[in-house]
Each structure stands twice: as C-alpha cells, then as structure tokens.
C-alpha cells in the first residue's frame, strides 16, 4: 500500500506533507491521523525544516474523518482511541503550516484546514462542517476554530446546516489567508513557505506561539507575553544579525540562533 502521508521537498528548508487516500477523497482515517502527527512531530523538531505545507490533491484537502471508520462505534470505543492526543500533535507543531486547499475541505478536513497557520485556498475549494448531516458534531476543534475565526454568525450557519463555502467565500469571511485560481494553489503555498523560511526562525516560532496562545488569554496577559517574546529575541544571533544587515545595507543570513 502506498504511504498515505507523503513527504516532498519542495524548497530549501520547506517540507510539503501530501495526504494520499484519492480513493476516499483523501478522508482522515487513522492511519492518516497518526502519520499527520508523527510528521509533524518529527518536522517541528528538525532544525533544517523551517516551513511545512499541507495539502491534499485536486479533488480533495480531506473529505472529513473516516465515517467507515467510526460509523458502528460506541462512544467508549472513540474515547479510547484518544485522536486528541494527535490532533494536539498537529496543533502544537511549532513550525509555520501552510494549508494548500483544493477540492474538499469537509468535516476533519476544514478542522485539519484551522490547525494550519495559514490558508491558501483554490477559487473552487469547498469548505464546510457537515458532521451534523451524519447525526453528529465538530469533534477536532471545529466549532471553536470557526467560532474564533469568522464569528458567530457565519460560524453557526455553517455548522448547523452543514452548507459549504467556496474558496472565494471562505476567503472573504476570513477562514482562508488568500484565495488564487486551482491550478496555482500549491505554488503559492510554497512560494509563502519559501518566504517564510528565509525569515528568522526564532523569531517566526515566537510570532506562532505567542500568537496563538495569547488568542486564549487575557489582553494583559497576551501583551506580557508578547513583551517576554520580545525581549527574549534580542538574546538571538539573528536579532543581531538583522539588524546589523539593515545597517550596513546588505541582506542577512539568518541561522536560528
Ligand atoms: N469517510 C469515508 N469515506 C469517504 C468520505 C469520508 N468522510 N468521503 C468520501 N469517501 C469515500 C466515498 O465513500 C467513496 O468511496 P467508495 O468509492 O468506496 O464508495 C469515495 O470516497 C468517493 O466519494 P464519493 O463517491 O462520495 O464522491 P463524490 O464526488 O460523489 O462526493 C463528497 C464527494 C461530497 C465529499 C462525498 O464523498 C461526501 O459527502 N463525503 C462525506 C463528507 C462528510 O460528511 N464529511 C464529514 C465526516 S464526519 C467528520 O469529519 C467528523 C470530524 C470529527 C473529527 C474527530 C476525529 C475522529
């Protein structure tokens, strides 16, 4: 069986994880789940990974969780398959994710689609939350991520009719970061993460988590954290190096130290 999480190279210090299940709509099952996070993992701890890119093929980002694989199962059963614990593998890497997403974005898959840092969408991408048309709900974060991300009201229309957005949609309410044709949507991606990766990594990982997590807590508290960040980065060579290079009017190299 081919691997159904790919690996490529696209760029130096980019990482591009493919899902490859075209037969089920590249649908999330477990073994998707745990090479996601098992990449994941082991990318956010490699120094030479700068950048990741997540996609999916044409057709399909991902066509929601597996419903064949969980369609007879007790609530117990999905207790103890704990997939939080892989999901919050996903959302705690620490490198910039870049969402390349073409064709579906359903279920799992628009939740895998939040987990990312940024979204480029195709202009006929479709994202939606239509677990409730199977006679269940969000379960990765989806009715938070969305509520977070587009509001209320676009959030709820979205989660209880299970209706999809297109890519231009989803791009004006916020849920995707661009929005391009089809046939450019993995370009861009990587052209951002390429961008991304020349930039200072220290300081790309402290805009991540600083970011993210001062989303969940008080304004003074997210400004302290910011200010810790802030002042921690002036410990880095790349600081240094940054702002010597603008002086001296040359461009800087940049080590992540
Ligand atoms: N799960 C399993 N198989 C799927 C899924 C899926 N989510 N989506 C598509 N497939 C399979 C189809 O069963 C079909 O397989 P087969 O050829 O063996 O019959 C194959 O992919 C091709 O699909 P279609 O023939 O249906 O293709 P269409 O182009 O006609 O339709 C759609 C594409 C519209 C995407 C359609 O397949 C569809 O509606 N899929 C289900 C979408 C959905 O409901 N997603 C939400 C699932 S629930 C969920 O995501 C809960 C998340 C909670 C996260 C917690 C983690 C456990």
């Not at 705690?92 to 987990?115: D, F, R, S, T």
């Not at 990982?205 to 002042?231: N, P, Y």
Request: net charge neutral; aromatic share 4%.
């Amino acid at each position: 069986m081919a691997d159904e999480v790919v690996l490529e190279r696209p760029g130096q210090h980019v990482a591009l994880l493919r899902i490859n299940r075209p037969d089920a709509k590249n649908a999330l099952n477990a073994e998707v789940r745990r090479l996601l996070a098992e990449s994941l993992e082991r990318l956010g701890a490699e120094p030479e990974t700068r950048a990741v890119v997540l996609t999916g093929n044409e057709e399909a980002f991902a066509a929601g969780a597996d419903i064949k694989d969980m369609a007879e199962a007790g609530a117990i059963e999905l207790m103890a398959r704990n997939n939080h614990l892989l999901w919050r593998a996903i959302a705690q890497c620490p490198k910039p994710i870049i969402a390349a997403v073409n064709g579906y974005a359903w279920g799992g898959g628009c939740e895998l689609a939040m987990h990312a840092d940024i979204i480029v969408a195709g202009e006929n991408a479709s994202f939606a939350q239509p677990e409730v048309k199977v006679g269940i709900m969000p379960g990765a974060g989806g009715t938070q991520r969305l509520m977070r991300t587009v509001g209320k009201y676009k959030a709820m229309l979205m989660l209880m009719t299970g209706q999809p957005v297109s890519g231009l949609e989803a791009e004006r309410m916020g849920l995707a970061s661009t929005v391009v044709p089809d046939s450019e949507v993995l370009d861009k991606a990587i052209t951002i993460a390429t961008a991304i990766a020349r930039m200072p990594p220290l300081a790309i990982a402290q805009i991540k988590e600083v970011a993210l997590a001062g989303q969940d807590a008080s304004l003074e508290t997210a400004l302290m954290l910011e200010r810790k960040a802030f002042h921690l980065l002036f410990a880095s060579r790349d600081q240094k190096e940054g702002m010597r290079a603008f002086m001296e009017k040359r461009k800087p190299t940049y080590e992540g130290r």
